[in-house]
């Protein structure tokens, strides 16, 4: 299957880790963000913001899953997330926490423990 790991940038670790889980258990991603240069401020590298945000939409779009890993100060995930939403992708978000928003209780949302737990669930179509 092919997945959309969300997060915020600046804390990368964690979700290069859970590409990297989802990869050793057969299972692709569709756009790395972590690997994009820093680009801020935005209005500074709008070329390359540009293409960086055609690039992004499209790895939602392709995504047969997204997984979310919020983040108190994020931005960009919650777009990716109402992109999700409207692509009609199913959606695990990462997390033990109360929703942060109505959106994490919408019906293709399923809130989840740990990466395992989308693993396990998906793993059949690996």
Do not use: Q
């Not at 209005?43 to 939602?60: F, T």
């Not at 109505?102 to 990466?115: A, C, N, R, T, Y």
């Amino acid at each position: 299957m092919k997945f959309f790991v969300s997060g915020k940038i600046g804390y990368v670790g964690g979700a290069r880790e859970a590409m990297g889980a989802l990869i050793d258990a057969g299972h692709e991603i569709t756009f790395d963000w972590t690997r994009l240069p820093h680009l801020k401020p935005y209005d500074d590298n709008a070329a390359e913001c540009h293409l960086s945000a055609i690039v992004d939409c499209r790895g939602v779009k392709d995504a047969d899953v997204f997984v979310l890993l919020p983040h108190d100060r994020g931005i960009g995930m919650y777009v990716e997330l109402g992109m999700a939403i409207a692509f009609g992708i199913p959606i695990r978000i990462v997390t033990k926490a109360e929703s942060r928003s109505m959106f994490f209780l919408h019906p293709l949302v399923k809130k989840v423990d740990s990466i395992e737990d989308v693993i396990s669930e998906f793993c059949s179509g690996a």
